[in-house]
């Protein structure tokens, strides 16, 4: 019997801007999948079957991935933007396959997981797949079919909370329409991604707190500006009222990823004021409990 688990993740910068060329950051949390490979499914995720399509694994494994989800009032949980389908795929993986013994056999690991997540849901950047894959902070930048993933450490002195919105996302359309807004309004579009870009980089290369925030700040204008443009919701209404108060105390909030629910989180000096907490609360966003740069894919031992 092996048991296997892998981290969740949270993308920091980098949205939407790494599919056209940024640096993106993105986050392991401690909050993972964990699979039993004694154990008979209950449900196969889409990435999981294609795992076994590709040959990768000769069948699915029960995996457990309630820590990566949240209680509905119905009884039933949902997912809250946490990469739950990349930490499935990786932990059936390592509980049928087993743990890489070194750096080229995680290597090979990610990039097996990445050609099955990549056969299920018919592209994406890959990010979720290597914060579950490698763990820690990771600086992520896609080149051709593979990516360059390197490890990488936040400034000293950021402070990162994650909120949990009180709705799901719903984001299978908001990559389309924004690709659909660059072909079609190039004029539009362009000065928008680049700023977005900008911000990435500035993120990517900060070497002190100070620089990180301004790089956020310069995406989160981008990304508000980008998603009025393509008429999706990446800020909420609740997530943008909660930008404009960050704003005022000098730090800054915005969503993680695709944005229009799930997950958005608030950065500074220092965690969130009382005040600003008393107000997501009033939004229906609560603190969710985790920390960053959990370790990747691994093999649970007994008792552990």
């Known amino acids: 019997m092996t048991i296997a688990r892998a981290p969740g993740k949270l993308v920091l910068s980098g949205s939407y801007s790494v599919l056209w060329g940024a640096p993106a950051l993105v986050a392991a949390v401690d909050r993972y999948a964990v699979a039993d490979s004694n154990r008979p499914p209950v449900h196969v995720a889409e990435e999981v079957e294609a795992a076994v399509r590709l040959g990768m694994v000769e069948r699915p494994v029960f995996v457990d991935a309630s820590a990566l989800r949240t209680p509905e009032p119905d009884g039933g949980s949902r997912k809250i933007g946490l990469g739950s389908s990349a930490a499935i795929l990786l932990a059936t993986l390592v509980a049928c396959r087993g743990a890489p013994k070194n750096a080229g056999e995680r290597q090979a690991l990610f990039e097996a997981a990445l050609r099955a997540h990549r056969e299920a849901q018919g592209g994406g950047s890959g990010i979720d797949v290597a914060a579950s894959t490698f763990g820690g902070v990771l600086r992520f930048l896609r080149e ?6 390197t ?5 000293d002195g950021v402070v990162i909370t994650v909120f949990a919105c009180d709705a799901p996302a719903v984001t299978a359309s908001f990559i389309a329409r924004v690709r659909d807004l660059a072909a079609r309004a190039p004029s539009s ?4 991604m680049a700023r977005a870009r900008a911000g990435a980089i500035t993120c990517a290369d900060a070497a002190d707190a100070a620089a990180f925030l301004t790089g956020l700040r310069e995406q989160r204008r981008a990304l508000f500006d980008l998603g009025r443009a393509a008429e999706v919701p990446i800020f909420t209404a609740e997530v943008a009222q909660l930008a404009e108060l960050a704003d005022n105390d000098g730090s800054v909030f915005l969503p993680s990823g695709a944005g229009g629910g799930d997950i958005a989180f608030h950065a500074g000096t220092s965690a ?3 005040a600003f907490q008393r107000e997501a609360l009033e939004r229906g966003l609560l603190p969710l409990a985790l920390s960053l740069g959990a370790p990747g894919a691994c093999v649970v031992e007994p008792g552990a």
Not at 189 to 192: A, H, K, M, T
């Open 189 to 192: 579009f362009d000065p928008i």
């Open 144 to 149: 051709g079919d593979l990516p360059r993933v």
């Open 272 to 274: 969130p004021s009382a």
């Open 151 to 155: 490890p990488q450490k936040l400034p």
